[in-house]
Nanobody, 122 residues
Framework: QVQLVESGGGLVQPGGSLRLSCAAS????????MGWYRRAPGKERELVAV???????NYVDSVKGRFTISRDNAKNTVYLQMNSLNLEDTAVYYC????????????????WGTGTLVTVSS
């Protein structure tokens, strides 16, 4: 069994910062791409940022320059540093891994965390 668990969400004022973490657990050998998605009230889920196993990144335009995705392969963890938060960033943030290879060489595809809530409010 493999699992993704997000943490770091909470209530923050506009202009503030939060750092989200997503830790993968289980008998993991390697993880391919990891990403952060979010679903805001009244909106569809969108891809916020993605990072490849070798560190290549992409971001949705609305967060470029404000958010930074990173990963620690030794810890099987991906992070999302969120700065200059605004009201439109309020959402449930979900972690995703497109492929997780286990110690038995079995591969899990499209693994999701259960989400962490970020609320930006004054």
């Amino acid at each position: 069994q493999v699992q993704l668990v997000e943490s770091g969400g909470g209530l923050v004022q506009p202009g503030g910062s939060l750092r989200l973490s997503c830790a993968a657990s289980g008998p993991i050998r390697s993880i391919n791409n990891m990403g952060w998605y979010r679903r805001a009230p009244g909106k569809e889920r969108e891809l916020v940022a993605v990072i490849s196993s070798d560190g290549r990144t992409n971001y949705v335009d609305s967060v470029k320059g404000r958010f930074t995705i990173s990963r620690d392969n030794a810890k099987n963890t991906v992070y999302l540093q969120m700065n200059s938060l605004n009201l439109e960033d309020t959402a449930v943030y979900y972690c995703n891994a497109d492929s997780i290879r286990t110690s038995t060489w079995y591969t899990y595809a499209n693994v999701w965390g259960t989400g962490t809530l970020v609320t930006v409010s004054s």
